[in-house]
Every structure is written in C-alpha cells, then in structure tokens.
C-alpha cells in the first residue's frame, strides 16, 4: 500500500509510462542479416534516422512499426553534414506529437529510447553528460547544440528519440567519436528535415579543396594583417578553386573580407545562399597577398 | 613500474619483409619498421611478418599486415595512411596471432570539426621539414633539400616538438598525421 507513495516506485513508473509513449515514436529500420537501427516518426509522415546509420548504397529499407507492423520505405533525403536521413513510409505511419525540449542542460536526466526491432520498444536512462553551445560537424554542418549523454547505446537503439524528464524530446541519439552517445538537437532536425524534403539533400557551398590552419610565417604577418590562415593541402581537380586558379601550398587569409583564421568563423559563407557567388579570396602565395575570384560551386555529395 | 614495463617488451626483435612497388614508400616504411625495433629483410628471406602496400599476395604463408587495398584474408589490415605506432602494433599483434583491423568510417562516429590551438598552428615552412621528416630523412639531407642550413633545421625540429608535444621524430611523424587527419577541412 505504502508503495504507492514510495518516490522510487513513482519514478520507475514514470519510466515505463514514457517508454510506452515513445515507443508509438519510434520504427526499427531493418538492414538485413537480422540487423536494424531506430527511426523517430516524425511529424509530416517521414521517419528521421542517423545518416551514419544507414548503408550509403541502399535507397530501400523496411520499417517495423510501433505494434510491428512491417512497411516498406524510402531514402528520400540525406545530409551527412548533421548526421539526419530521412524515409518515407509507403503507407501512413502516424506519428504522435512529442513536444520539442529547449535547451539541454548538464545533469538533467536523459531516456533514449530505441526500436526493439517486433514492434515494442527498448530505454536506456543516463543524464546529460555536457550541454554546450552549437558547433560544426567535420563535413560543416551545424548542429545547434552540443549534447553529450552518459549512458550506453545499443547500435540498432541509434537514431532514436531523447526525451527529458517532462517527456520532451531534445533530439536524436547518435554515436560521437569513440563511442561516446550524442544528441542531434530537435531544433537542426527542425530545420534540416524540410530542406530534405524539398531536394532530397541540403546544398552546400564547395570550393573544391582540402584546407588545414596554419600560421602565418613571420614575415608576412605586417603585410597579410593576419597571424594565421588556411593553407590549401590540395585541390579538387576542376572544382572552383582548380579553375581560379589555387594551387596547393596557397594560404587563404579571408574569404570576402571574413578572416579564415578558424574554419568556423567562414563556415557560414558556405551556405545554400552561397552557390554560384562570386567570391574575392585573399591569399598568401609564393611570399605575396593576392586576391582571386572564385565562382563557388554546389558541393557534389 | 619500469620492470613491468620491461617484460611486455618482445625479446627478440622480429623480421619483417616489405612488399611496395614504390621504391620511396618503400624506403618509408622500412624506416618506420626499423625504428619501432624490428629488423627488415628481403621478402625472399625468412620473415615473421610482411607488411605489404595493398591486396594480392596470394599463397603467401607468412602473416600479412596490408596497408589498403580490399579484405583478402590478411591477418592484419590496417588504412594506407597508417602511422608507425598503428603499424608497429599490427606487427606485433599478428606475430602474436592475432588478428588486426582498423575501425571503418561507420565507427568513427559523427564529430565535430577539429581545431588546433592557435599557438599550436604549425607554419608552412614547418610542414615542409615534417613531409621530409615523414620521408625518414636525416636533419642534412631536409637542410639540402628547403636549402636552409642545418642550425635553420634544427631550430624548426624543435619548434614543431613542442607543438606537437612529441619527443621523437617518430612521434611527431605519429601526431602530425593523426592532427591532418582530425583538422583537416574539405570545402
């Protein structure tokens, strides 16, 4: 009797009865050979995964819906730069309203919850590891926020739902470096999921070349106001920078007056809005500060 | 400490033949393998392992470390681009029986974009002594070829110890490879 009352029952009830809820949020993506990862229906009748997830030649997959009801599915949009692939169900697949959470903060709790591959659902309960601000992939993309978990993942538990503890959902489970268990926020997947619907993918910018930061000799740091820069490793055959020119061993100071001391601070020029610009492109070549045009390109996936 | 540390070194040094149809590569990764502690031989001769640029040596009995090239049974398969800690740990290990294999893309996980401190920045001039460096040349033959004396050398050596936080030439070989691999950005 006294149980009812007993805060740990209450919390372990909690659980459960948010686990049951997400699992209506939830299909498992079949990969063949018995294998599957965990999608989140999601408003709009597509089915959000981990891009990282699902084999790059594949266009077709089968879903195991909430009650495990099989439907077969397509790729119809992926973009490796925030890690978010979307499918669209042959059939209806209903998704249930889960609210979008704000900002995650360290130490609240996490429940990420993954398809069990029949239907039901599987929970993993950690707290948020380290919450901080958005940072960029190593394609470029932008992620809104940096979301560590401290709890284990399963693989096919990968692409599923994070919720807190009011049941909202901060985002998408995925692997980070080394095994460590990150969240794609709502808000990117809010952002990025249209853009996938429209193309199919999300056009970037491209310059064509490989660049790594360096600092600036010296010698030229009066000349070029800068004190370090990215210097170009190598060039894409026929890219952009190929045809104005640039040549491997060149050190980009700033694209359009925006320093390129940090690959960050010139990421945003980088955008949908950026194809097809003429850019001025200032650079260190041979000992001397020029400036060249390049057209950027649409990067090739 | 240093007893233990001791003991899990091999007792004898063991003998690696190397197959690469690129003589400079080759030379490369002979250097890499010596100075880890093993000895090369000639692939003709008796060796207890082959560290071998590619797939295709069929029929080859001796346990096999490739670098590159696609699944053929190698006991160990590690990236062309391998460091010499990775490629000295593959020797070992399939000497000892094991059986080696780098981590794909799939399990690298989604990261964020790598960015060196800004006093660790490495200058052109830097790279151009680590490229030489990564060729296994001596501090006289990197001041012939950036024509720069040998003091010139020594100075940039030291300066990019201590941004690589290494202690070795091997080392810094190691770190530089593996920061070019985190830093670098395709735009």
Redesign the interface.
């Known amino acids: 009797m006294t149980d009812q009352k007993d805060p740990l029952v209450e919390f372990s009830n909690a659980l459960v009865a948010r686990t049951e809820t997400a699992r209506n949020a939830v299909a498992a993506i079949r990969l063949g050979h018995g294998r599957h990862v965990t999608g989140i229906l999601w408003p709009g009748g597509v089915v959000v995964a981990s891009e990282q997830a699902l084999p790059g030649r594949e266009e077709d997959f089968e879903l195991v819906g909430p009650g495990g009801a099989t439907v077969a599915s397509r790729i119809a949009g992926r973009d490796p730069s925030t890690n978010i692939a979307i499918l669209k169900p042959l059939e209806i697949m209903a998704a249930p309203a889960i609210g979008s959470a704000g900002q995650a903060r360290a130490g609240a709790i996490a429940l990420a919850v993954g398809a069990d591959g029949t239907g039901g659902a599987s929970a993993r309960l950690g707290i948020v590891n380290r919450a901080g601000p958005e940072w960029h992939s190593i394609r470029g993309g932008l992620i809104d926020q940096r979301i560590v978990l401290d709890l284990r993942l399963a693989h096919r538990e990968e692409g599923g739902p994070v919720l807190d503890a009011s049941g909202l959902c901060l985002g998408m489970s995925t692997f980070g470096p080394r095994g460590q268990v990150i969240v794609i926020p709502t808000a990117t997947i809010e952002r990025i999921v249209p853009l996938l619907l429209k193309d199919g993918r999300v056009a970037r910018g491209w310059l064509g070349v490989a660049l790594q930061a360096v600092a600036v000799p010296d010698a030229l740091r009066e000349s070029s106001d800068q004190s370090s820069g990215l210097m170009v490793m190598s060039v894409v055959e026929g890219g952009p920078a190929a045809q104005a020119g640039i040549v491997a061993g060149d050190i980009i100071l700033s694209v359009d007056g925006t320093p390129a001391h940090r690959f960050r601070r010139i990421a945003r020029h980088f955008g949908s809005e950026s194809i097809g610009r003429k850019s001025e492109v200032r650079l260190i070549r041979s000992g001397a500060v020029n400036t060249v045009q390049v057209t950027i390109a649409e990067r090739r996936t | 400490m240093s007893e233990a540390a001791g003991q899990l070194m091999p007792i004898a040094p063991l003998r690696v033949a190397i197959r690469s149809n690129d003589a400079l590569r080759r030379a490369a990764l002979a250097l890499m393998v010596s100075r880890s502690g093993h000895l090369v031989v000639g692939m003709d001769e008796a060796a207890d392992v082959v560290l071998a640029d590619g797939s295709g040596l069929a029929g080859e009995t001796r346990s096999v470390v490739r670098l590159g090239g696609t699944e053929d049974g190698s006991q160990g398969a590690l990236p062309r681009g391998a460091d010499a800690s990775q490629i000295d740990a593959a020797i070992r290990a399939v000497a000892a029986g094991l059986i080696v294999r780098a981590p794909g893309?799939?399990d690298?996980?989604?990261?964020?974009?790598?960015?060196?401190d800004?006093h660790a920045?490495?200058?052109?001039?830097e790279?151009e002594v680590l490229a030489a460096l990564a060729e296994g040349m001596t501090n006289k033959a990197i001041a012939r070829r950036l024509d720069i004396s040998l003091h010139t050398v020594k100075f940039h050596m030291e300066s990019l110890f201590r941004k690589l936080g290494a202690r070795t030439r091997t080392e810094a070989v190691a770190k530089a490879s593996e920061r070019?691999r985190r830093?670098?950005?395709?735009?």
């Open positions: 893309p799939a690298a996980g989604f990261g964020a974009m790598g960015e060196a800004s920045l490495l200058t052109p001039r790279l070019r830093e670098t950005i395709m735009l």
